[in-house]
C-alpha cells in the first residue's frame, strides 16, 4: 500500500500532466477514514492491482485507472449520494490539474457507474463495475475478511436490520446474468463469486 503514491505520480505521467499539489494526500488520507474498514486503501490497491492484469480490454486505460482513485473517495456508510460526491469531487480536482474536459466527463460517468443501479453504458464502464465487484470472486479467506469488514462499516446497523438488508443485497448480485460482464473477469471470478455469494447468504 506505500507504492500509491507513486502509482498516482505514474497514472498522471500518462496523461502528460502533474498532479494538483497536495491532492494524492487528501485522497489517501480520505480512504484512511476511521469509519471505514473495507472501503480503505487495501480496496484500492486491490482495484488497481486486478486493473494492472486487465488493461489490455480498456478502451481509455487512464480514465479507468483516474476513476478507481476517485471511485469511493467520499465515503459516508448512512449517506446515499457517495458515487455523485465522490464524482463531482473527480471533476473538480482532474479540471484543476488540467484535464482536458472530456475526460473528466468520463471519470466521472466511470464512477457512476459503481452505483451499481444500471447496466454499464460502454466497455470501460463495464470494466470499473466488474473490478470493483472483484471482491464477490475473492478466495475464500479473503471474502470472509471482506464480509466482517462490510459488517463493521454497518456495526451502527441493528443485526436482525443488517441481516435481512446484507441478504438482499447479496441475492441482488447472485441473481445477476452473469455477474460480470466483462469476459475476461467471468472467465477468472464468476463462479468463486457464486459459491461465496450463496454461502454468505446462507449464513445470514
Avoid at 38 to 43: C, D, F, G, L, P
Avoid at 54 to 76: G, K, M, S
Avoid at 100 to 118: E, G
Amino acid at each position: 500500500m506505500d507504492l500509491l503514491p507513486a502509482r498516482w505520480l505514474t497514472t498522471w505521467a500518462a496523461l502528460n500532466l502533474t498532479p494538483p499539489t497536495g491532492l494524492c494526500e487528501q485522497l489517501l488520507r480520505a480512504w484512511d477514514e476511521p469509519q471505514r474498514h473495507y472501503h480503505t486503501r487495501q480496496h484500492l490497491s486491490e482495484c488497481l492491482t486486478l486493473f494492472d492484469t486487465l488493461r489490455a480490454h480498456a478502451e481509455q486505460p487512464a480514465d479507468i485507472e483516474l476513476a478507481l482513485w476517485f471511485h469511493d473517495a467520499i465515503y459516508d456508510v448512512q449517506a446515499h449520494d457517495n458515487e455523485a460526491r465522490s464524482a463531482h469531487w473527480a471533476t473538480e480536482a482532474l479540471t484543476a490539474g488540467g484535464v482536458d474536459a472530456a475526460r473528466c466527463q468520463r471519470v466521472h460517468d466511470l464512477i457512476m457507474a459503481t452505483c451499481h443501479t444500471a447496466l454499464p453504458a460502454s466497455q470501460d464502464q463495464a470494466l470499473l463495475v466488474d473490478i470493483d465487484l472483484a471482491i464477490l470472486g475473492a478466495p475464500a479467506a479473503r471474502f470472509a475478511e471482506y464480509t466482517r469488514q462490510i459488517g463493521a462499516e454497518y456495526a451502527w446497523v441493528p443485526p436482525q436490520v443488517y441481516a435481512v438488508k446484507r441478504r438482499a443485497v447479496l441475492q441482488g448480485f447472485l441473481d445477476r446474468e452473469p455477474i460480470y460482464t466483462t469476459p475476461a473477469v467471468a472467465q477468472r471470478l464468476e463462479q468463486q463469486a457464486r459459491d461465496n455469494l450463496a454461502k454468505a447468504i446462507s449464513s445470514l
